[in-house]
């Protein structure tokens, strides 16, 4: 909060891929809501500055507004903006829309410093409500896409606490940047954008990056002297990866578990790979769909067949629900697969499962390929370290230390949330790209894609080379 307020431009603040992704469906959700409690005023944002914003709000109830969208005000120092207030007969309801499926005691703060304002201009809140996108809506059905879910009783007993906790929170402000021990307050109940700043470097063999460390733990650990996992006593305890992990650190060697070979040969030929690319509109586009429900929309299978190894590149074009042209292309495309090998599997199983309950006439063809689709990552996992894993198994870490020379700095998009993110505007705002950028966006996504699939083709021969290699030096 500190850096914050006195460090505005502070490059840390910048929204990542991910973080903007949250904020744009964060917009789009809060606009949508506005519909439910129709008839509002909408107070301006920046550039207005906040006394504007406070005032025109006093004006609209002064003149008698029933609804008032982003209402502001000041009061005591404090800035709050109700993104609805709404006039009832005995008082005002106060509603924090959120875009998550579910609200909880994070959320809480939030509604009790808004009411806090509130009161302090004089109003008589009679409710304070989170409005949350409804997991039980389907589309085309979007009657239903909120709930308000009344916390008056949760918000009124925090802020019992609200006066001493902004008057601490307003003396840190006005003094020198306060001393703050590193603890599980750095990731919970959000990630600081301030970490790098206050935590050791990540360094490969850092004690943050040992596999399953809770942040709690690794700080106590870090206060104790410990920032690498060289220097863990040899009486740590720790088993599976992280075991491995300690041991390959200590070595300064990779560990090939000797019964690599056997936990390949579970991977039948003929071999096809795959990766879905999903998006997750908050405000569901397509029959049957809740809100934020991840929905496949484009594919990337690499066959190793006796013809050798071929890419089936498929991403959707337009608005319209891709979904049985995309089940169609899959099928066809992993035809002649015994085995579909994918990387954190589970992912493209759901995805195939819902496929088939929303295809009942593929739902067969689906299925099957379902239960021939098998997982890299517990191979990965349970049977090799690479001290340049950093204590991750994703495949972005695996891929570059295992694969020579294969990693994706090389790529335009660099992860997930940015291909769809790209994704939603490609297929729901093209006009925004113009023609060259949907051709753009079209190849840079085919080429992103393409890279895990590729790069899962080239790590399951590298694993193969290794248990080999393994098998003859044992
Ligand atoms: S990283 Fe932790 S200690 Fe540092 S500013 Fe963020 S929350 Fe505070």
Known sequence: MWWEQHERDAPELVPTPFLQSIFDHGNVVGEVARGYVPHGLLIGGPPLSLEDRAQRTREAIDAGARVIYEAAFLADGVFVAVDILER?????????????????????????????????????????????????CRYPDLTNLFVREDVTERAREALQSMPAQI???????????PTVAIGGHCSTPYACAFER?????????????????????????????????TQLPSDYRATGPAARQIESLRSGH??????LGNALRQFTPPLAFLDFETIAPPIPRWPGLAPMAKVPVQFSVYTVDENGE?????????????????????????????????????????????????LPDRAAALLDLE???????????????????????????????LVDGLGYDDLELADGASAATL?????????????EG??????????YCGRDTYGLVRLHARLWELAAAQGAGA
């Open 88 to 136: 009832v007969s005995d008082g005002y309801v106060l509603i924090e829309v959120k875009s998550t499926l579910d609200v909880g005691d994070k959320h809480i703060p939030d509604v009790a410093v808004q009411l806090y304002a509130l009161e302090r201009a004089g109003l008589n809140v009679v409710r304070a409500e989170l409005m949350h996108l409804n997991r039980e």
């Open 167 to 177: 008057a601490r929170l307003q003396s840190i402000l006005a003094g020198e940047l």
């Open 197 to 229: 700043r206050c935590w050791p470097a990540k360094e490969a063999d850092g004690i943050t990056t040992l596999h399953n460390l809770r942040k709690a733990k690794a700080a106590k650990m870090i206060a104790a002297g410990c920032v690498s996992i």
């Open 254 to 259: 990779s560990i090939i578990d000797a019964r």
């Open 310 to 358: 071929r890419e089936h590149p498929w991403l959707a074009e337009g608005a319209l629900d891709p979904r049985p042209a995309l089940a169609d292309a899959l099928l066809t495309a992993c035809a002649g697969a015994q085995t579909v090998l994918a990387y954190q599997a589970e992912f493209e199983k759901s995805r195939i499962k819902e496929l088939a309950a929303a």
């Open 371 to 401: 239960s021939r689709i098998a997982d890299v990552l517990p191979v990965v996992r349970d049977f090799t370290y690479h001290p340049a894993y950093g204590g991750s198994f994703s495949l972005k870490k695996v891929l570059p230390a």
């Open 423 to 435: 994704l939603e505007k490609l297929l729901f705002d093209s006009a925004s790209l113009g023609a």
């Open 438 to 447: 949907v051709a753009h966006a079209r190849s840079v996504l085919t080429k």
